[in-house]
Structure formats: structure tokens, C-alpha cells
């Protein structure tokens, strides 16, 4: 879970430092999928009853906003594209 996490914000992070666009999003969907990786692995953290389930909720919901919020940025990028 720790590297899943991790490897969202390493994926941001490098893509926000490549100068074209469409490095940047696809960087950014790599982050996504990391992020998907993460709920995977915090059901199954669920399911084996490592963790309780109001925890379960917490992270689950922090990551779906992620989520949502990455999506957005996708969306801006693809925006400055076009316009550029």
C-alpha cells in the first residue's frame, strides 16, 4: 500500500516536470492506476481483517477524492493542449 501511494505522488511529480503536455497526462494516468492499485489492496488489507472498517472508509474515501481531483487535472491538461 505504502509503495502504491508513493508511486502516485513520484508519478505526479515527475510528470509535472516534463515539458510536453501529453508526457504530463500520461504520467498522471500512471498515477491514477496507482492509486486504483491502492483501493485494491486496502480491500484486500480489509477483507484479511488487517484493518477495521471505519479505517477501510477513511482511506477509501481520501483515495476516490484523489481520485476525482487527478481526473481534473487530466481534464486541465488535455485543455492546455489544445489551446497550445
Same mark, same amino acid.
Request: with cysteine; charged share 5%; net charge negative.
Given at each position: 500500500m505504502i509503495r502504491a501511494a508513493r508511486s502516485a505522488t513520484a508519478n505526479i511529480a515527475e510528470g509535472y516536470g516534463r515539458y510536453?503536455? #501529453?508526457? !504530463?497526462i #500520461?504520467?498522471?494516468r500512471q498515477a491514477r492506476g496507482s492509486l486504483y492499485e491502492l483501493l485494491d489492496h486496502l480491500t484486500v488489507a480489509l477483507d484479511e481483517e488487517? /484493518?477495521? *472498517? !471505519?479505517k477501510y472508509s477513511e482511506v477509501k474515501d481520501k483515495t476516490l477524492k484523489s481520485i476525482k /481531483? *487527478? !481526473?481534473g487535472y487530466i481534464k486541465f491538461l488535455k485543455q492546455q493542449k489544445v489551446q497550445a
Open positions: 510536453h503536455y #501529453q508526457e !504530463n #500520461q504520467f498522471c488487517h /484493518i477495521a *472498517l !471505519n /481531483i *487527478l !481526473n
